[in-house]
């Protein structure tokens, strides 16, 4: 979220798109409803069903699942045909105005350059003119035809509402009345907020879906504003910190990036990382990137990274990859090249796409390890449960430890919100029977490696003997002693550039923020964004004051959020260009002359002047991107990509499958099926009384909702002679679900491209362990594709085929 | 008749700053015990009172777990209930269906608490000593690390990869154990290691 949840009830427009928030998250969304009850704020729904969040919105607008570029570049076109823009913030906060190279074009659904054979686009059109002076030429007036605004007005002309009705099923008068709602958030004392969840991200265009949003608010003036903002409702309570600290094949911490086979050295790494500005004047703070680089190295070698050696650069894995994402490990082990996986807290088995494979997969490893507060599917994979997992246990030759492990009852530590805020938390319980903490155990194979190493040598022993692992006891790093380690401490005294005499941090002194970082070696510093969570005034994530003066929301004694305590981020667009707020009443930041003050921490230098220096200090350009370069895979504006699995073909370009860039495995180009063998658009979801596999293992959510089953309409079932609770078979090119069917008005079916489609939903949170009754989940039928930019699979967005059928044998709990 | 109605009615009509004891000097001593006797008394006045963040969506309300025993005195604390924290600002003291049976979780009759091996080909979990699974498990890792390890490229460049071994990390843990994790992975040179960010 770049905004937090207690921040919700400043909007005046909430739009939920690509999410379900009154069930998935009902907490936060009911600041929602205090925005609704205080500030007469309207609550906007478009999704495939009529969701609870729907229930109580003022407008709900239908859509097919992965059609929504289609329909937020139709309300972009309207907000632009209509002059709802909010021009000061465009003109002065974005690259509307930058000129773009010659020769980039957009035809036929594809943008210039593609490459069929390689499915990649070449993308050195992507991108700015570049003046004498080092600088993107820009044209203030936006007249010049080669501006982004006018290539974005160009791109965005054929999603006229007609056009939106024809792609999304979405009827025209619907549409129309959603984007006139939203078209009035352009007005600089109106916002509107985004909402959005893996409605949007589990498509292999996900990325896209929400860079259409992100450029509407741009357009809107709403980012960096209360109430305002890109809302990602993360998924799952930790979510946000694992991929904060890097917890991903192709991250190191903070969103530092791991080395690729040709960034040979240190040196050359470096040289595509110190972005310098594109325009005069601008803060383009990843300058900084050597100052975090050099901390995290020493953060995780201590002396043994060294200036003399590239800071132990070569001790990191160089990628001959993009990524090792689950969907390459899984294809991967499929193929026999994996030999041994650990599972910490994951259920793969039940969470990954094309079930059959991942059993396969499973099937094919040497070993596994799993580490689970709960008993797991995949723990069991091997295990016979008749029609819930058919597997012959005998032949599979794989060894497994099941680990038990504590739960948050039982540990101390932070976990990261949504909103970034990073909370510390006690241990209550003790742990049942043998069941020890991930650290202890991560730890006790760390320390075993370590003795091997060193007694018997092997391959390249020098980063794991070499690791900095000083805790009072290394059998047990305690969690404070973690989070001081990933705020970072100066090894020797930091002093005043102007004033040497002058230590600003004595060595082995934790450092007050990642401002005191330095490139030099003379600090640690494990995940710079973090720092400042634990410093010399105490554990910042435990802080507990939750005054709110003049109720803002912003909380800013509660507990500590990255960066800096910031809680909205790319605040200082709330203000115009002479520092005043847009709307006094919502007041941020406000320039005093001098410097910026007000409500929350500004994200920006505190004395950067208002017309000098842009907002989004992240980019080059100092200004947000309406035209992201050649940043992304698949484009530089959102454009419609059907579904891998559609039931209508792409308009733009009837021959073209799914997103022309995303990688697809050849083992997964025979396992997609067609609209003529599968007619129905399947769609996953979950629901308020579960969570994800975990709740099943709970008696009081498995009362709740004993039972899997299938959402249709009545249209459907009547046209199948399937009854509202009887048995059906789902089924996929990849595998089936045998479900009990529940006939409802909550879906119903849609118009596309002149033909009728009916949508199957599609619930999680069944499987084979637990007190609920054995069931499946959506993962039996989703494809093995992942969206082109970060391989997050496709399981919003596949086909079935759905007939009358009889009950799954043995459907007992097993617990 | 209701006791702790007919009490507290009481106290009001004697004017507030009456204690308790005072009812004995006017003449109620034996009401006092009987009523004693006849209540139960408030499940929570002897536990001990801890915060702690929901593990379910990220959200992440705040909830007060109640313990009988306290682990910061060296006891052992049984969890009796969990409820939401009415000082937090996000959920102040809501909590979802979810959240609400979080009790469930932590006392879930599949919570884990032996570590277990399965043999190839078996049927079944078997019990093993941390010790033994530890040794096992650092041994495989080992072996396979020192066979597959890709220390350099065609080219000569060093990419220390090791693609044999993933690992997956969860999506719940702490920041502090995410961290002790990260270190472990990458410094054994594991590219494929992901969480469930990714799906």
Not at chain 1, 70 to 79: D, E, I, Q, S, T
Not at chain 1, 305 to 315: L, Q
Not at chain 1, 336 to 345: D, E, L, P, R, S
Not at chain 1, 790 to 807: D, G, H, M, R
């Amino acid at each position: 979220m770049t905004n937090s949840w207690t921040d919700i009830k400043n909007t005046d427009l909430v739009v939920v798109m690509g999410g379900n928030a009154a069930e998935a998250h009902p907490c936060g969304f009911k600041w929602v409803t205090e925005a609704k009850a205080n500030r007469g704020a309207r609550l906007i729904v478009v999704d495939p069903r009529y969701t609870r969040t729907a229930s109580v919105s003022d407008l709900y607008a239908p859509i097919r699942q992965g059609t929504d570029i289609a329909f937020l570049n139709g309300v972009m076109r309207y907000c632009i045909d209509n002059d709802k823009v909010q021009w000061e913030y465009v003109k002065a906060f974005t690259n509307a105005s930058y000129l773009v190279k010659d020769g980039f074009g957009y035809k036929d659904g594809l943008f210039t350059g593609y490459d069929a054979e390689k499915r990649d686009y070449d993308r050195s059109t992507w991108d700015y003119v570049i003046g004498d002076d080092g600088f993107v030429v820009t044209d203030p007036t936006l007249q010049n035809p080669r501006c982004v605004w006018n290539l974005l007005k160009e791109h965005l002309a054929p999603y006229t509402p007609d056009m939106v009705e024809r792609i999304c099923g979405t009827p025209k008068d619907k549409f129309l009345k959603v984007a006139g709602m939203i078209s009035e958030c352009s007005s600089p004392t109106k916002t509107m907020t985004s909402m959005y969840a893996l409605g949007w991200t589990q498509h292999s265009k996900g990325s896209q879906n929400i860079r259409g949003m992100a450029m509407l608010q741009l357009i809107l003036g709403n980012i960096g504003v209360r109430g305002g903002g890109m809302n990602a409702l993360r998924g799952h309570s930790n979510i946000q910190g694992l991929t904060d600290l890097g917890l991903m094949s192709h991250l190191l911490t903070g969103y530092l990036t791991m080395p690729t086979e040709k960034e040979v050295d240190f040196a050359t790494y470096m040289s595509t990382r110190q972005f310098k500005p594109l325009r005069p004047g601008q803060t383009s703070y990843w300058q900084n990137y050597k100052k975090f680089m050099v901390s995290f190295q020493k953060a995780m070698w201590g002396d043994a990274a060294r200036a003399d050696n590239d800071w132990a650069f070569n001790y990191l894995s160089k990628l001959d990859v993009p990524s090792y994402d689950v969907l390459r490990v899984f294809e991967l082990m499929y193929d026999g090249k994996v030999n041994g996986y650990i599972c910490q807290g994951f259920n793969p088995l039940l969470a990954f796409p094309n079930r059959a494979k991942n059993t396969k997969a499973l099937s094919n490893l040497k070993w596994l390890v799993t580490l689970d507060p709960l008993d797991t599917e995949t723990s069991r994979f091997w295990e016979n449960h008749g029609d819930f997992n058919p597997v012959d246990t005998a032949s599979i030759q794989t060894e497994v430890f099941q680990l038990p492990t504590t739960c948050f009852a039982e540990d101390d530590g932070s976990l990261t919100n949504s909103g970034r805020w990073l909370q510390w938390h006690w241990a209550g319980g003790t742990p049942p029977g043998e069941a020890k903490h991930d650290t202890y155990t991560i730890a006790q194979l760390f320390l075993r490696l370590r003795d091997l190493y060193r007694k018997e040598g092997g391959a390249f022993p020098d980063p794991i003997v070499n690791l900095s692992w000083e805790y009072a006891d290394p059998n047990n790093p305690t969690p404070e002693e973690l989070a001081k380690e990933i705020n970072g401490r100066a090894l020797s005294d930091l002093t005043d550039p102007a004033d040497p005499t002058k230590v600003l941090v004595a060595a082995g002194k934790q450092v007050t923020n990642f401002s005191q970082l330095r490139d030099d070696g003379s600090t640690m510093c494990g995940c710079w964004i973090y720092s400042g969570n634990f410093n010399e005034q105490g554990n910042n994530m435990a802080r507990r004051d939750n005054h709110d003066p003049d109720d803002t929301g912003a909380y800013l004694g509660w507990t500590f959020a990255w960066p800096l305590n910031r809680r909205t981020l790319y605040n200082r667009a709330s203000a115009d260009l002479q520092g005043k707020p847009w709307d006094p009443s919502r007041k941020l930041l406000e320039w005093d002359g001098s410097k910026w003050t007000g409500y929350d921490v500004p994200d920006i230098a505190p004395t950067a002047k208002p017309d000098e220096v842009g907002p989004f200090i992240m980019n080059q350009e100092g200004t947000a991107r309406l035209f992201a370069r050649g940043l992304m895979r698949d484009g530089p504006f959102p454009a419609h990509m059907e579904p891998f699995e559609s039931p209508v073909a792409n308009v733009f370009n009837p021959k073209m499958r799914g997103n022309p860039v995303a990688r697809v495995f050849e083992t997964d180009v025979a396992q997609l099926g067609t609209s003529d063998e599968f007619p129905y658009a399947g769609t996953s979801y979950r629901l308020t009384e579960h969570f994800h596999f975990w709740t099943k293992h709970n008696r009081v959510n498995s009362a709740l909702q004993p039972e899997f089953f299938v959402e249709i309409s009545e249209e459907l079932a009547k046209e199948k002679n399937i009854d509202n609770g009887g048995w059906v078979r789902v089924w996929s090119k990849r595998g089936e679900v045998k479900a009990k069917a529940m006939v409802t008005k909550r879906i119903r079916p849609l118009t596309c491209d002149g033909k009728t489609v009916h949508i199957v939903g599609v619930p999680l949170h069944w499987g084979f362990t637990g007190s609920a009754k054995k069931g499946f989940g959506p993962n039996s039928l989703a494809a093995f594709v992942g969206d082109a930019n970060i391989e997050t699979p496709e399981s919003k967005a596949f086909l079935v085929n759905i007939e009358p059928s009889t009950a799954p044998k043995d459907r007992g709990a097993s617990a | 008749m209701n006791m702790e109605l007919s009490r507290r009615g009481f106290l009001k009509l004697a004017g507030t700053g009456v204690a308790a004891t005072s009812l004995g000097a006017m003449g109620f001593g034996e009401a006092e015990a009987a009523e004693i006797a006849h209540v139960r008394p408030f499940k929570l006045t002897t536990t001990t009172e801890t915060r702690n963040t929901c593990p379910y969506c990220s959200v992440a309300c705040g909830i007060i777990m109640y313990s009988k025993g306290d682990l910061r005195k060296g006891e052992t604390a049984d969890i009796v209930h969990i409820e939401g924290d009415a000082d937090h600002p996000t959920n102040r003291g809501t909590l979802c269906p979810k959240g609400a049976a979080l009790k469930d979780f932590v006392k879930s009759p599949t919570r884990l608490q032996y570590p277990m091996h399965r043999k190839p080909g078996s049927d079944k979990f078997e019990r093993i000593s941390w010790e033994d699974a530890f040794d096992r498990i650092a041994r495989l890792m080992k072996d396979d690390r020192d066979a597959n390890f890709v220390a350099t490229n065609a080219a000569g460049v060093p990419v220390n990869r090791w693609t044999t071994v993933g690992l997956l990390a969860a999506s719940a843990t702490t920041n502090e154990t995410a961290w002790a994790t990260f270190k472990f992975a990458k410094a054994l040179g594991m590219v494929g290691f992901d969480n469930q960010a990714r799906v």
